[in-house]
């Protein structure tokens, strides 16, 4: 799954990035790449940010932060997050 982006009401989608990657902290950098070179492009519409992530078996707390300026761009273009846990996608 791992981060697919589309509008809302129409289900088309716009983007599909880190295909593969299932671990949150990775992805969260991704998508703030993604934001980045990609919301100046878009219209405000009603998007969805659908992201699949596994939690770390060994994780011990930290992790990825969802930090004020990417979710100024999310609001500003009309970004929803999902966040859809899938066990089982990490390798150890």
Known sequence: MP???YRQKTNEEIAW?????WDLPNQIIELGKWLESETKLLQKDEYVIDIGFDIQPNS???GA?????LMK????????LYLS???NQLKD
């Open 85 to 87: 846990e899938y066990p």
């Open 65 to 69: 932060v969802i930090d004020s300026k």
């Open 73 to 80: 761009m999310m609001a500003d273009k009309g970004f929803d």
């Open 3 to 5: 981060i697919k982006i």
């Open 17 to 21: 990035i880190c295909n593969g990657v």
């Open 60 to 62: 011990t707390g930290g």
